[in-house]
């Protein structure tokens, strides 16, 4: 049984950093995608990073140079560094996983879309400030 469970939400002002963290269990896939999606109240998920098991990483246009995806095999752990917050990246955070990535379009790559990523954690809240 796959879980996935986040943490290191909370609440900072505009310009503040958090590092969020996801611990993953039961995933024994040596091929995969995962990633970080958000979503904030009214608007869909969207998103923000994505990292293949070669290490390769992707990053929507609004957290590039800000926001840093990373993983750790042997402590079986994604984390999410996010610097310079600002108050638009206010939402609750997901991890992901998807076990059929990454995808080949000329080179292969993970997507942002929340489409095929079929394992997700309960999510933890990011709260910024102004």
């Known amino acids: 049984q796959v879980q996935l469970v986040e943490s290191g939400g909370g609440s900072v002002q505009s310009g503040g950093s958090l590092r969020l963290s996801c611990v993953v269990s039961g995933y024994t896939y040596s091929k995969y995608c995962m990633a970080w999606f958000r979503q904030a109240p009214g608007k869909e998920r969207e998103g923000v990073a994505s990292i293949d098991s070669d290490g390769s990483t992707s990053y929507v246009d609004s957290v590039k140079g800000r926001f840093t995806i990373s993983q750790d095999n042997a402590k079986n752990t994604l984390y999410l560094q996010m610097n310079s917050l600002k108050p638009e990246d206010t939402a609750m955070y997901y991890c992901?996983?998807?076990?059929?990535?990454?995808?080949?379009?000329?080179?292969?790559?993970?997507?942002?879309?929340?489409?095929?990523?079929?394992?997700w954690g309960q999510g933890t809240q990011v709260t910024v400030s102004s």
């Open positions: 992901t996983a998807d076990p059929e990535g990454p995808y080949y379009s000329g080179g292969y790559y993970c997507l942002l879309t929340p489409v095929g990523y079929d394992y």
